[in-house]
């Protein structure tokens, strides 16, 4: 059993930033991969980032060289770095973390960003 907390979500002008949290707990024992997606209204939850646990990264081309995504591994804690934000960011933001190994698949419950033009 896993739970993800993320955080950090607000209200932003384009042009701005915001820097995501998602702090993982319970069941996190070797977890690999942890990403984050995000979904708009009326629309389907799409990948944003992921990393590994090794630090391999992986970015949507929509927000690549504007996002960057980091992980804490001794605080069991992901990051997503947001920079030149823009109207069409706006979403809720999701911390993923997958253990196909158990069949499971975790969320957290989103954190909104709202960017105004």
């Known amino acids: 059993q896993v739970q993800l907390v993320e955080s950090g979500g607000g209200l932003v002008q384009a042009g701005g930033s915001l820097r995501l949290s998602c702090a993982a707990s319970?069941?996190?024992?070797?977890?690999?991969?942890m990403g984050w997606f995000r979904q708009a209204p009326g629309k389907q939850r799409d990948m944003v980032a992921t990393i590994t646990r090794g630090g391999t990264t992986n970015y949507a081309d929509s927000v690549k060289g504007r996002f960057t995504i980091s992980r804490d591994n001794d605080k069991n804690t992901v990051y997503l770095e947001m920079n030149s934000l823009k109207p069409e960011d706006t979403a809720t933001y999701y911390c993923n973390v997958p253990r196909p190994e158990y069949g499971i698949n975790y969320w957290g419950k989103g954190t909104l960003v709202t960017v105004s033009s």
């Open positions: 319970g069941t996190i024992f070797r977890i690999n991969a």
